[in-house]
């Protein structure tokens, strides 16, 4: 089992910025996907940003170049840094990690760009 636990998000103008932070615990050896998915009120599900064990990072159109993903291995985190963020990135953030056929979720966190 993989455990993994977002924090970071709220709400914040439009132009600003947020960074989102993924702890993952739990049987972590063999992860070889870690994204960050979004969804927002009566739209599907979207994969944002993904980061695989060899180190490829892939962007959603809508986010490339503002939106950063990262990871510290030492810290079992991933990061997905936002800049320059738009209302229509409002919307709950989700963590995500696959390890073989199996895909964990983390709870989610809010995110809303508002003025």
């Known amino acids: 089992q993989v455990q993994l636990v977002e924090s970071g998000g709220g709400l914040v103008q439009p132009g600003g910025s947020l960074r989102l932070s993924c702890a993952a615990s739990?049987?972590?050896?063999?992860?070889?996907?870690m994204g960050w998915y979004r969804q927002a009120p009566g739209k599907q599900r979207e994969l944002v940003a993904a980061l695989t064990s060899g180190g490829s990072t892939n962007y959603a159109d809508s986010v490339k170049g503002r939106f950063t993903i990262s990871r510290d291995n030492a810290k079992n985190m991933v990061y997905l840094q936002m800049n320059s963020l738009k209302p229509e990135d409002t919307a709950v953030y989700y963590c995500?990690?696959?390890?073989?056929?199996?895909?964990?979720w983390g709870q989610g966190t809010q995110v809303t760009v508002s003025s």
């Open positions: 739990g049987s972590i050896v063999s992860i070889n996907f």
């Open positions: 995500n990690a696959k390890k073989f056929t199996l895909n964990y």
